[in-house]
């Protein structure tokens, strides 16, 4: 069996990840050990009687920013060659899913969380190889960003899904298109009906009728993506 996936996540609120990991698919995939999840707390990495993480911004402003002592710590503690640390920023590139399966295929993640006005910038320069947003909005954290992409990861590990490794294969963004509707029981909900191609048991023509209803939901959606369809 291959070694399951690490991912640390670095914050120092380690506690809104205790559901999270917990329960549904990301709990199963932990207790099936095809990932391994540890919260790494920076205030275990400080030295002053107040586990102090952060200080106010040089140059003024408001808010406060995460100090790098704390963080580059915390990471360095539990780096090796095989990690890719990841920040989470909201002046980070644009997650893909495209990134979802490369970081499925490491061997280690540590996702350190951003907090307050966010980190200092030596923390960037010198541990951190890659800086994500989850999309054009602020959170008052990082760990609900961490917490995406941990979920967008986890279920691409195989056996995670249960269903073979096809289970994704028709997932939005998976072939630069958006999802097909999706329909089950019952045949017939308040006057709208199951479209009847896809009782019909013609394989063929389901396929052809999921693949005309993503483009066509793509177009409306997110016409963005089928620039190179």
């Known amino acids: 069996m291959d070694a399951p996936l690490q991912i640390d996540v670095v914050t120092p609120i380690p506690g809104m990840l205790d559901g999270f990991i917990g329960e549904s698919i990301i709990g199963r995939a932990v207790n099936a050990s095809a990932v391994r999840i540890r919260r790494i707390n920076p205030r275990d990495f400080t030295?002053?009687?107040h586990r102090t993480v952060d200080?106010?911004?040089?140059?003024?402003?408001?808010?406060?920013?995460?100090?790098?002592?704390?963080?580059?710590?915390?990471?360095?503690?539990?780096?090796?060659?095989?990690?890719?640390?990841?920040?989470?920023?909201?002046r980070g590139r644009l997650f893909r899913q495209a990134d979802a399966r490369a970081w499925a295929e490491e061997r280690h993640l540590i996702?350190?969380?951003?907090?307050?006005?966010?980190?200092?910038?030596?923390?960037?320069?010198?541990?951190?190889?890659?800086?994500?947003?989850?999309?054009?909005y602020v959170l008052t954290n990082g760990v609900v960003a961490?917490?995406?992409?941990?979920?967008a990861v986890v279920r691409l590990l195989p056996g995670v899904l249960g269903a073979?490794?096809?289970?994704?294969?028709?997932?939005?963004f998976s072939r630069d298109l958006l999802e097909y509707p999706q329909y089950t029981?019952?045949?017939?909900?308040?006057?709208?009906?199951?479209?009847?191609?896809?009782?019909?048991?013609?394989?063929?023509?389901?396929?052809?009728?999921?693949?005309?209803?993503?483009?066509?939901?793509?177009?409306?959606?997110?016409?963005?993506?089928?620039?190179?369809?």
């Open 47 to 49: 030295s002053d009687v």
């Open 55 to 90: 200080d106010r911004p040089y140059g003024g402003g408001p808010g406060m920013v995460m100090k790098p002592e704390p963080i580059v710590d915390a990471v360095e503690s539990v780096q090796t060659p095989d990690s890719k640390v990841l920040l989470m920023s909201p």
């Open 111 to 136: 996702l350190v969380a951003g907090h307050y006005e966010g980190v200092d910038e030596r923390v960037r320069e010198l541990v951190v190889n890659d800086e994500i947003s989850i999309g054009d």
């Open 146 to 151: 961490a917490a995406v992409i941990i979920d």
């Open 164 to 172: 073979g490794p096809e289970a994704h294969q028709s997932d939005s």
């Open 185 to 229: 029981r019952p045949p017939a909900f308040r006057g709208l009906e199951v479209p009847e191609i896809l009782r019909s048991g013609n394989h063929e023509a389901v396929a052809r009728w999921r693949a005309e209803m993503a483009r066509q939901h793509t177009l409306r959606q997110r016409p963005d993506l089928l620039k190179d369809v």
